[in-house]
């Protein structure tokens, strides 16, 4: 075609280079920002900090919907799957079961949640939308009941198994095991997504869907399968959380809802295509576990650390998309 | 007064001269000249890349040319802007021209220049419904709910209401650019009537199309550009569709179709009796191994419906679908993919190829089974695949990485097929293949599915390019009202036989008869 002659090679190739390192280049000028101006944000003890505290956990979450944003749909209820997880091993744990059964019986009580959304979006043909909103609220009622109306429940330190308290807070080597187990989620979610034929199809689908079904690939199955695993790796964080805090609190994991969508989409401006991808899902949930401690630390109030988060999925999303832009006029 | 019709009879209304158009190093445009006759439909063909939708742009003000004229009803511009055009009397109907989705027909006829009741800065409703009522009834015999959304509306309605904001101003002259990429046939006739009906309204109409037979169809005149230039301005009455192929491409007609004498293998796609409530009935065919079957009927007939069947997106109602001797059940695309079936659908964009992906992985989306041991891709020897097919079917991309998006209309096409080959499929279901693919690319898929039928494969064409169709193909079936109610020999059939036969004329005859 005439028009795909024009072009510059050179230019656009720059334009995009820079834009793909705009997340990088956030995260180091923020980073430097908070170094300069709260002392305490770059010592040791801080920064392991951010990282178990905040950066682990939120990673899980934001990795499992990574996947479903890759599948061109959003899970709600990433939320809902923690707390299932946290319900079922708390549950088991008080009820005497070893700590491996505790952790199978949370993984399988998450599970149920991402069976339910697959069923929803796959089976029925819901949009993925409305069909985890959905299960967000039939979840929350779900353990209003189980609970009394949404009470806590404890684990009494007495019926805290010592393996237990490791998972929470002991470590392998010296780093502390919810940074491990994260770092282990990332790494597989990382193989899946890039390098196996599941994840291929799982992108490709995000991307045109009736392609997929058009090349002879079950496309249902592949989205069934999406939204249990999901479910599955945000049980994982919620197994984390719980061994931290030994206890359950009803509905509390749709704290990490938000951040997650966030780190998410930031992500996808480190990809030329603006695809949904782990190291940059990963990094947008570094950029954004530092933003909430460094503000923390710099004696910001607290209710700035939402605006400070707002503008940064503009920032970097606004880049993603003249990024975009460029590599479409390319 | 005969005197002055016969000026203007000869009056170009549009002229562009020796027009240059350089986009960075490349030229889209080298010298080349247009002029249409006032109250002439006048069709402009050429390649993609010949320069076509350059010219356009340049007419519609949207580039401005380095070198050359552009002349409009005798006076020369320079700076146009789209406004500008439009108000000199130039209205453009393009199949991607947006309206807004969720307006109403009344809304989106008159946005931007809505009337006013006098002297208020109330909009006059009541004369929007009069108006747009009043043009939609006489030009389209239609009643468009004022009240619908664009979005409710079909791929006809959509060009309707365009061409029906374009009338609203009273318009000199009317460019059509590819305007029966997104209609059914029907519909592009109820069109091409239109178009017919405008033309001896006074209207000038300038048409853009890849479909030949339309050209010849519709125009009294047309140019043929190639390379930039235009190399031929003739009259329609004097030249035939074949005549403008060759000369889009600059080749003999006998290139234009090539074919290969096949020995035909033993069969290989059985359909006894197949039926589908309500699309089609009773179809009994067989392919061989190195056949090349052809399908042909109007919209409706069932013939597409019979190629969704075998591969798994309907589900016949009836009958048996046999390969090689066993009994299959295609419920599904990825059953019948397992059969070595493989479908290259008609709307490309949307199920053919994945645009966002790149030519490697659209390549082995469709056999990602060979690129993985354990579920782990092997991505080196999906681009070594890639790079294989992309040398194997010259597509004509920047690399084995690029976006399908990039590549032009042909080579998606021959992506679509190449993901097939990959997956080393056998029987090809090919729905429409030279749709929307400029004539350079045609050629080379003929020779494709020629070389697949050489080494062993069954292919069915369902086509309604009837010179297409017994070009390429042994025999052609034909089908009328859900079964095949005819078979040519392709060598020994005119296009108008079957035409007939398709049209359903031999068929109403024998019954008035």
């Known amino acids: 075609m005439a028009q795909s002659s024009f072009k510059a090679p050179s230019f656009t190739v720059s334009v995009r280079g820079l834009a793909r390192y705009a997340l990088v280049a956030v995260f180091v000028v923020v980073f430097a920002i908070f170094s300069a101006i709260a002392p305490a944000f770059l010592s040791g003890a801080n920064l392991l900090s951010v990282l178990v505290n905040n950066f682990a956990l939120l990673a899980i979450v934001a990795i499992a919907m990574t996947f479903a944003v890759a599948a061109g749909g959003i899970d709600l209820s990433v939320g809902t799957a923690i707390d299932f997880a946290s319900f079922a091993f708390v549950s088991l744990v008080l009820a005497g079961q070893p700590i491996p059964l505790a952790i199978l019986g949370g993984l399988v009580g998450a599970s149920l949640v991402g069976l339910f959304n697959a069923i929803l979006i796959s089976g029925v043909g819901i949009s993925p939308f409305l069909a985890t909103l959905g299960t967000l609220f039939v979840g929350r009622s779900a353990q209003q009941l189980l609970t009394n109306g949404g009470n806590p429940v404890y684990l009494p330190p007495s019926s805290v198994p010592e393996a237990f308290r490791f998972l929470g807070h002991g470590g392998i080597a010296g780093i502390p095991v919810p940074f491990v187990v994260a770092f282990g989620v990332i790494a597989g979610a990382y193989l899946i997504l890039s390098h196996t034929r599941f994840g291929r199809v799982v992108l490709a689908t995000g991307i045109q869907a009736s392609v997929v079904r058009y090349s002879g690939i079950a496309l249902s199955r592949y989205t069934a399968a999406t939204y249990v695993l999901v479910s599955a790796i945000a049980a994982v964080a919620g197994l984390i959380v719980t061994s931290t805090v030994t206890v359950y609190i009803p509905s509390s994991g749709n704290a990490f809802l938000l951040n997650a969508i966030g780190a998410t989409f930031i992500g996808t401006t480190l990809d030329p295509h603006g695809r949904p991808n782990i190291p940059g899902t990963v990094l947008g949930v570094l950029l954004l576990s530092i933003v909430a401690n460094g503000l923390l630390l710099s004696g910001l109030n607290f209710y700035w650390q939402q605006v400070a988060t707002g503008l940064l999925i503009f920032s970097v999303l606004a880049i993603g998309f003249a990024n975009r832009k460029a590599a479409s006029r390319a | ?513």
């Open chain 2, 1 to 513: 007064m005969a005197t002055s019709v016969k000026w203007y009879e000869t009056d170009d209304i549009i002229s562009l001269s020796a027009i240059v158009k350089r986009f960075g190093g490349a030229q889209a445009l080298c010298g080349a000249s247009l002029s249409v006759k006032r109250g002439t439909v006048h069709g402009l063909v050429g390649q993609n890349g010949a320069g076509k939708s350059t010219l356009i742009k340049l007419l519609a003000g949207l580039h401005e040319a380095d070198e050359g004229e552009i002349e409009i009803d005798g006076i020369a511009y320079t700076g146009l802007s789209p406004q500008k055009v439009e108000h000199l009397g130039i209205h453009f109907i393009h199949q991607d021209r947006l309206l807004v989705p969720t307006f109403t027909v009344g809304e989106a006829l008159f946005l931007g220049r809505e009337p006013r009741i006098a002297g208020t800065p109330f909009l006059d409703r009541k004369l929007m419904r009069q108006k747009s009522a009043d043009i939609l009834d006489r030009y389209f015999g239609l009643r468009l709910p004022n009240s619908a959304l664009i979005d409710e509306l079909t791929a006809a309605e959509k060009q309707i209401v365009q061409i029906t904001r374009a009338l609203l101003d009273n318009p000199k002259v009317l460019v059509f650019d590819e305007p029966t990429a997104t209609l059914v046939r029907r519909e592009a006739e109820l069109l091409f009537k239109l178009i017919r009906r405008l033309r001896d309204e006074g209207i000038t109409i300038l048409y853009i199309s890849h479909y030949l037979s339309e050209i010849v169809d519709l125009c009294d005149t047309v140019t043929v550009l190639r390379n930039g230039r235009d190399v031929a301005t003739l009259p329609v009455r004097e030249t035939s569709a074949k005549e403008i192929g060759a000369l889009m491409v600059n080749r003999d007609i006998a290139e234009l179709y090539p074919k290969p004498k096949i020995a035909q293998g033993s069969p290989f796609l059985e359909l006894e009796g197949l039926g589908l409530a309500n699309r089609y009935a009773d179809v009994s065919l067989t392919l061989h191994r190195g056949e090349v079957l052809g399908l042909t009927g109007l919209v409706g007939s069932g013939a597409k419906e019979l190629l969704r069947t075998l591969f798994g997106l309907e589900t016949a109602t009836s009958g048996a679908v046999v390969v090689e001797g066993d009994t299959v059940f295609p419920a599904s695309p990825a059953a019948a993919a397992a059969k070595r079936l493989a479908l290259v659908p008609e709307d490309r964009r949307r199920d053919g190829v994945a645009l966002d992906l790149s030519v490697t992985e659209n390549t082995t989306l469709a056999s990602l089974d060979h690129f993985s041991r354990a579920g782990l891709l092997d991505r080196g020897a999906e681009r070594r695949k890639a790079s294989e097919l992309i040398e194997r079917l010259q597509i004509k991309t920047d690399s084995v990485g690029a976006l399908v998006r990039t590549l032009s209309g042909g080579n998606q096409q021959k992506v679509a097929i190449a993901k097939w080959l990959s997956r080393r499929s056998e029987i090809y279901l090919l729905d429409e293949p030279s749709v929307g693919v400029d004539i350079a690319a045609k050629v080379e898929i003929y020779t494709l599915i020629g070389e697949l039928a050489q080494r062993g494969a069954g292919i069915i064409v369902l086509s309604s390019d009837i010179d297409e169709l017994l070009g390429i193909t042994d025999r052609v079936l034909v089908f009328f009202r859900g079964r095949i109610i005819r078979e040519f020999i392709s060598t020994k059939t005119r296009p108008d036989q079957v035409l007939a036969e398709l049209t359903g004329a031999n068929e109403t005859l024998r019954h008035v008869g």
